[in-house]
């Protein structure tokens, strides 16, 4: 299966920025569209970002419209998710994940997921 390893998670203070990557273990990797998700203890997965294979369709939460920015390098088999402006809600377990064809917004449609990578934001 695709394996997918996100890092660049930490304990940041409100404000501050992060950027969280994601490498795919892949050949074709310009053939997976993929996305960005994120679970808050104690509360259900939620979407975050999503990204085409072509890079040319975007689609992010409006929660997070504005202050989050989905990119992806094919030719490094990779995936980013650029933060600004953290808030203490963006604390959560944010988790990559590919699915091949159309890019869309629904966790249960991505069959490739990473472990996760930890974001704690400081009051």
């Known amino acids: 299966q695709v394996q997918l390893v996100e890092s660049g998670g930490g304990l940041v203070q409100a404000g501050g920025s992060l950027r969280l990557s994601c490498a795919a273990s892949?050949?074709?990797?310009?053939?997976?569209?993929m996305g960005w998700f994120r679970q808050a203890p104690g509360k259900e997965r939620d979407f975050v970002a999503a990204?085409?294979?072509?890079?040319?369709?975007?689609y992010y939460s409006d929660s997070v419209k504005g202050r989050f920015a989905i990119s992806r390098d094919n030719a490094k088999n990779s995936v980013y998710l650029q933060i600004d402006s953290l808030k203490p809600e963006d604390t959560a377990i944010y988790y990559c994940?590919?699915?091949?064809?159309?890019?869309?917004?629904?966790?249960?449609?991505?069959?490739?997921w990473g472990q996760g990578t930890q974001v704690t934001v400081s009051s």
């Open positions: 994940a590919a699915r091949t064809g159309t890019v869309l917004d629904g966790s249960a449609l991505y069959p490739y």
């Open positions: 892949v050949r074709t990797f310009s053939n997976y569209a």
């Open positions: 990204i085409s294979w072509s890079g040319g369709t975007i």
